[in-house]
Structures are given as C-alpha cells and as structure tokens.
C-alpha cells in the first residue's frame, strides 16, 4: 500500500523552494545542462541536498571567478606611451663652436695639442651653434664637484619631468614606476630617489636606477619598465597603471681634464639633454600617443673587442673619462647586423624575408662555386653586407646622434635616404649627443615637422658601451596637436639645415 509522506510546514517548503531556484540558476551558468538537471533533480529530495549543492554551486563558481582573475592578472598587457617631454637647456648655457675652442684654449689642463685637435673635431662633428653645456663646465677650469653635478641633474630631469605632466592628466601620486637611466653618474641616493622626493610619489612606488649601459640605456628602461607594466593590474580607480621613464646623461662630474685623444671625443661631442616618457598598460586611463610594438635587446659583451671599445678609465695622469677606441664603428656594424638577425623576422613583410633569404643562399653560391678560382689570389677587401630593407618595415628611423660618423655609418648599412636619417642629423646639429634620450628629441623633429601620421611605425635604435644595440618599435595612435612643437618650438622653421659631410 502506498503511503503518503507527512506535509511539511509552510517555512520549510518556502526555503527548499528558494534554495532550489537558486541552485538552478547558479548551476546552469557554471555547468553544462544535462548535469545541472540532474543536481536541480536531486536537490527535490530535500532540503539538506539542495543546500549540499547550493554549496557546491557556489564553490563552483568561486573557483571560475578566481580562474578569471587569474587569467586577466597574468596575461600580457599592451603598453602605450601616453606622452613625452625634452628638456630644452636655456640660451645662458649655449656653446657655440668657436667659445668652446676658446674655453679649450684657456683652460689650463690641456696642452697646445690638445687644444688644436678639440678644435678640428669640434669643426668637423656636425654640432651646430646652439648646443649646451652645464653650468660648472663654462667656468675655467670647469667645476667637477658632487653638488654641481646634482644641480645639473636636478635642472635637466626635473624640467622634462614636470613638462610630461603638464602635458597629460597624470597625477604624480598615480606614477607606480620610475627608471632613471644615466651612464656615468650614479649619487646616493640615487636619481630615482630624487624624482619621488621632488614629486612626493607613493610610498610603494618601484624604483630603479640604471647606471653605466650607455646611449642605449633609454630603450633598456622602456624595456623593463614595459616588463613591469605588462603583468602589473595596477589598482582601482586607473591609479598604479603608470610608469615614468627618465633618460639623462650627467657631464658635469666627468668631465675629462687630460690630454689623451681618445679620451677628449666626450668633451667635444655630448652636451645637456634630458627626456621624460610617460607609459601605461591601459589605453583608457589616459589619450595614449604610441603603441609599444616590442623592445629588442643585443648584447655583445662576450666579445673582448666589443666590451672593451667604450670604456670608463683613468689616464697616465689619473684624469678619469670615457675612452673610444678605433674599434667602435666595425664593432657597432656588427651589433647591428645581429641585431637586425633577431628584430628582421620580427616586423619584415614576408616577402621580404623571402627575398633576403634568396639573395643570401644565392651570394653563398657564388661563393662556393669560385672558391677554387680565387683560392690562390688576396682576398678583396671586404664589401657592404646584404642586409634587409628595413624601409619596408617602418616609415620613420630614429638612430641614435652619436656622432656624425655613426650616423654615416648606419645610413651606408641600411640603405637610408637623406631624409630619413635628417632626424639624426638635425637633433645632432641642434643638441649634440645627448646620450640616451637623443631618440626623443629626433621624434619630436619628426612630430614638429609633422611627418608621424596614425598607423605609422617608427623604430628607435641604440648603441650603448658594453657592447649593446637596443631598438624598440613604436606605432603612432594619434598624432601631436598642430601647436606642439616640443623643444623645436623657437627654431623648427630653420631646420633642415646643411651640415658637415
């Protein structure tokens, strides 16, 4: 006989009804159907198996939403350049190229020989008359104190910094990251510790200082601050999704005072200069100007020529500075060539590749076939390596202003035109070396010129001591607005100007 089970009370069968409409809706948004049916089937049976699986459900479900967060906090992020800025030196601070042979000539740690070489590099380097130096190095003999080599790094980061806030929404109290780059001085506390100070930034703002890379040291901090910004979620609100890159080279402090030539290059070729880029890993935070594509790093260090060619040493009198060996352009060719190994199958059309490869297999034919005739004869002297056409891989080219010769040389190397190597020629002409940021300055000319349109890929590339070739690749998202000229604003109508072939 079947027997009818006892009626439940009116409380009881309202929560195993609401349990089981919760069960439900929870189950069939995590689970498949047929197994949600079947738990909303079982969870009839009573209320203590509807609140099994309630419980179930929402373990469930805790563990898809951790799984989600976990998936969006380590992806890689895109990272974007929100802005940048130049330090622009004042007028006061200016060299032109007969008061610096003036200064050589008067100073009285250099001898006649001294003076006469300054004098024919300085004419022949492809500075122009408008260059800088720091205050300490006008006087006579100049200054090489710790205190004026602080003022000079307070005067060039802290006016490129407070012109990229100016230029942007950032507060500075949303900055997460700070990397300062500057080759050869390194104070205590350090450079990065001067900006959060001046700024008065987070108190778990990340910090980090690079010293001794060289003029590539600029695209190794975008690097990493581009490694940091990548698996970093930032916090609410948009605040932590920022990263402040700081590029500078300090002349003060060594200045070289000997009379060694391959030790006076720095004196005639750097001068003052400083830049400031602002990065985020979130397009919305703030109007972002450039995509970051990539950053690729060579590093020929485990060459003794290569490590050796830009080295910071005394001389036979113990005045320190920074000596260039002979070697520097062929061991900057070949940093570049396998530079260009690594970057080419990076951002080379297809049928690029396909045609580079063809023309290497087909020279390594030739060569073969004709060792026997050419085994008995001195072998030629050798001639320009095939390299990619890289003009069919970017629209602009910021190399960095070393020098006039360098610039002749990557030019000759990659094919380029005079107007695509006109940045690097004029940023030389009007700032001279100025280290690392060099490649900010030659992307301002271009913006002032008003030649950077949206989609447009730029590469920046430099060469550091060590021996390194970083490049980084940048696609323009919107252009300057038309009144923006940067640190070109008093003089982009002179430019382009003739200068020293």
């Not at 929870?26 to 197994?35: Q, S, Y």
């Not at 004042?90 to 250099?110: D, N, Q």
């Not at 001195?378 to 006039?404: L, M, Q, S, Y």
């Amino acid at each position: 006989m079947h027997r009818v089970p006892p009626p439940k009370d009116s409380s009881t069968m309202a929560i195993s009804l609401a349990l089981n409409l919760f069960t439900r809706r929870l189950t069939l948004a995590a689970f498949p159907w047929p197994f949600s049916a079947t738990v909303v089937q079982l969870s009839s049976n009573g209320i203590s198996i509807a609140l099994l699986h309630a419980g179930l459900t929402l373990l469930a479900a805790a563990l898809l939403l951790y799984y989600y967060y976990y998936i969006t906090s380590t992806r890689a992020r895109t990272v974007y350049l929100v802005d940048y800025a130049c330090f622009l030196p004042p007028a006061s601070l200016r060299v032109p190229l007969a008061k610096y042979a003036e200064h050589a000539g008067l100073a009285p740690c250099f001898d006649d020989r001294s003076v006469g070489f300054q004098s024919r590099l300085i004419e022949r380097s492809g500075l122009g008359e408008e260059t800088c130096l720091p205050q300490a190095s006008h006087g006579i003999p100049p200054e090489k104190t710790l205190d004026a080599a602080r003022a000079e790094a307070e005067q060039g980061i802290f006016s490129a910094v407070d012109a990229v806030l100016a230029k942007t929404v950032v507060r500075a109290e949303d900055i997460a990251l700070v990397v300062v780059n500057c080759t050869l001085f390194a104070p205590a506390p350090c450079m990065a510790d001067m900006v959060v100070r001046r700024y008065a930034l987070r108190s778990d703002v990340r910090c980090f200082n690079l010293s001794g890379m060289g003029c590539s040291a600029g695209i190794a901090a975008v690097g990493l601050a581009q490694n940091v910004l990548m698996h970093c979620s930032g916090s609410g609100g948009g605040s932590g999704r920022y990263a402040l890159v700081v590029s500078t080279e300090i002349l003060t402090y060594d200045y070289y005072s000997g009379n060694e030539r391959a030790m006076l290059l720095q004196n005639c070729l750097f001068r003052m200069g400083a830049s400031a880029v602002l990065l985020s890993n979130s397009r919305r935070s703030s109007p972002a100007r450039y995509r970051l594509e990539r950053v690729v790093r060579t590093h020929e260090g485990h060459d003794d020529g290569a490590y050796g060619c830009v080295q910071q040493e005394d001389d036979a009198a113990g005045e320190r500075g920074i000596k260039l060996s002979k070697e520097v352009m062929p061991v900057a060719g070949r940093a570049l060539r396998a530079h260009m190994t690594t970057l080419g199958p990076l951002v080379l059309p297809a049928s690029e590749l396909l045609a580079y490869v063809l023309s290497l297999a087909r020279r390594r034919l030739l060569l073969l076939i004709f060792a026997g005739q050419l085994k008995d004869r001195k072998p030629a002297p050798p001639g320009r390596v095939d390299v990619p056409d890289f003009r069919r891989a970017f629209e602009h080219f910021c190399i960095h202003a070393g020098g006039r010769a360098v610039i002749d040389e990557l030019q000759r190397g990659l094919g380029l035109s005079d107007r695509q190597v006109e940045p690097s020629r004029m940023a030389l002409h009007r700032f001279g070396n100025t280290s690392s940021s060099s490649v900010w300055y030659e992307l301002a000319y271009l913006e002032a010129k008003r030649r950077v349109r949206r989609g447009d890929r730029v590469w920046t590339v430099g060469f550091g001591s060590g021996f390194k070739c970083n490049s980084a690749v940048w696609v323009c998202l919107r252009p300057p607005a038309p009144l923006d000229s940067g640190p070109w604003d008093a003089c982009i109508h002179r430019y382009p100007v003739a200068t020293v072939q």
